[in-house]
T-cell receptor, first 113, second 112 residues
Framework: GAGVSQSPSNKVTEKGKDVELRCDPI?????LYWYRQSLGQGLEFLIY????????KSGLPSDRFSAERTGGSVSTLTIQRTQQEDSAVYLC???????????FGQGTRLTVV | KQEVTQIPAALSVPEGENLVLNCSFT??????LQWFRQDPGKGLTSLLL?????REQTSGRLNASLDKSSGRSTLYIAASQPGDSATYLC???????????FGKGITLSVRP
């Protein structure tokens, strides 16, 4: 596809379950970002991948959150033992290389019940 | 630590008005600044990217300016239309291999 693709678009899970969110960046883009947007809040940075460099994980809110990027392409954000405060829209973005225009996916709306 | 501020949080204008949205940032050593639009329940759409060496960028009815030394950017929207109603966010990238730092956005409503 032409844009950043995220799946699923919506996810409802029970408290305590693990969830995996997927991001397919634009082909050839070396930089990939994950952000979270809670209701009425701004965008909260989670993690940033750039090429083969070590990812910037400084935004991950707890050790329940992890992310990986396989083969420099697809990325998966995993949340273990989900809590109600994890409910938010999780947004992924990619850019061709560092410091270039970032393009966002439509997001995954996560609801923890 | 970079902080990005967008004031006011909300703005309502009549159709046809020219308007300016403001963005300020605390650390002027940025690599670039990007303006985005977000419609309710949707992701972010990139509008304009200004590199640190540039003063402005234009796309259709939109013009974004950057004054690095004062830590400010403005997004000018000419002849506003109801379809321009959305939340507008600015984000800066500070340093190589760095994340985007976002403001909280300005929710614009253009009244017919």
């Amino acid at each position: 596809g032409a844009g950043v693709s995220q799946s699923p678009s919506n996810k409802v899970t029970e408290k305590g379950k693990d969830v995996e969110l997927r991001c397919d960046p634009i082909s050839g883009h070396t930089a990939l970002y994950w952000y979270r947007q809670s209701l009425g809040q701004g965008l909260e940075f989670l993690i940033y991948f750039q090429g083969n460099s070590a990812p910037d994980k400084s935004g991950l809110p707890s050790d329940r959150f992890s992310a990986e990027r396989t083969g420099g392409s697809v990325s998966t954000l995993t949340i273990q033992r989900t809590q109600q405060e994890d409910s938010a829209v999780y947004l992924c973005a990619s850019s061709l290389e560092q410091n270039t225009e970032a393009f966002f996916g439509q997001g995954t709306r996560l609801t923890v019940v | 630590k970079q902080e990005v501020t967008q004031i006011p949080a909300a703005l309502s204008v009549p159709e046809g008005e020219n308007l300016v949205l403001n963005c300020s940032f605390t650390d002027s050593a940025i690599y670039n600044l990007q303006w985005f639009r977000q419609d309710p329940g949707k992701g972010l759409t990139s509008l304009l990217l200004i590199q640190s060496s540039q003063r402005e960028q234009t796309s259709g009815r939109l013009n974004a300016s950057l004054d690095k030394s004062s830590g400010r950017s403005t997004l000018y929207i000419a002849a506003s239309q109801p379809g321009d109603s959305a939340t507008y966010l600015c984000a800066v990238q500070t340093g190589a291999n760095s994340k985007l730092t976002f403001g909280k956005g300005i929710t614009l409503s253009v009244r017919p």
